[in-house]
């Protein structure tokens, strides 16, 4: 069965700051996807960054970007230029190709900004 | 309107009570889901629907009854909850075949008493 692991309950980062967020999966497949997702205090999960396992290229979006170690099955999310909007619940999320409808999510990582 | 929308966003109810949770999803997806969260818990998938087919069922307990009359909408019916159904009810969507997130609504805070 796939699992996803988040090790840190808890993170805190200066404004302006960089921090990374680690994330470990456990699968047998070759083929998924994995995903950052941001839950502020609004609730709402927002997307922020995706990776394909295919693609050996590590995803960026702004000042988000990922580190993919395929072989160590670990997917770290690295925030450069912190700021005090970054601050919510980041969970880390794992799923198959479409068609089979499982997105299976890790327990989260709670990220605290300090101006 | 765009997006995952969920009603209520807070709702308290006693434990002999039925009410529902509503979902609409104005996205063109053709798969929905309900997620359970809890607090220090992962993501606890409950029910998935595909083109208004269930394809997944996660054991969950009878007093909670999916529905999804068309592609857009999805409810959970609630009846004679426990005081540990109390979560956080995350509704999302996806388009399955096109390789893309799922996207979800601010969910509904459900209190039960």
């Known amino acids: 069965a796939q699992t996803v692991t988040q090790s840190q309950p808890e993170m805190s980062v200066q404004e302006a700051e960089t921090v990374t967020l680690s994330c470990t999966y456990d699968?047998?497949?070759?083929?998924?996807?994995l995903f950052w997702y941001k839950q502020p205090p609004s609730r709402q999960m927002i997307l922020v960054i995706r990776?394909?396992?295919?693609?050996?290229q590590n995803a960026t979006e702004n000042r988000f970007s990922v580190n993919f170690q395929k072989a160590a099955k670990s997917f770290s999310l690295k925030i450069s230029d912190s700021q005090l909007g970054d601050a919510a619940m980041y969970f880390c999320?794992?799923?198959?190709?479409?068609?089979?409808?499982?997105?299976?999510f890790g327990t989260g990582t709670r990220l605290k900004v300090l101006a | 309107e765009t997006g995952v929308t969920q009603t209520p966003r807070h709702l308290v109810m006693g434990m002999t009570n039925k009410k529902s949770l509503k979902c609409e999803q104005h996205?063109?997806?053709?798969?929905m889901y309900w997620y359970k969260q809890s607090a220090k818990k992962p993501l606890e998938l409950m029910f998935v629907?595909?083109?208004?087919?269930?394809?997944e069922n996660n054991s969950v307990p009878s007093r909670f009854s999916p529905e999804c009359p068309n592609s857009s909408h999805l409810f959970l019916h609630l009846h004679t909850l426990q005081p540990e159904d109390s979560a956080l009810y995350l509704c999302?969507?996806?388009?399955?075949?096109?390789?893309?997130?799922?996207?979800f609504g601010q969910g509904t805070r459900l209190t039960v008493v």
């Open positions: 699968t047998s497949e070759s083929d998924y996807y």
């Open positions: 999302a969507s996806s388009s399955v075949g096109s390789n893309t997130e799922a996207f």
């Open positions: 996205l063109g997806h053709n798969a």
């Open positions: 990776q394909e396992a295919y693609k050996q």
């Open positions: 629907y595909s083109l208004e087919e269930r394809v």
């Open positions: 999320a794992y799923s198959l190709p479409s068609g089979t409808y499982k997105y299976i």
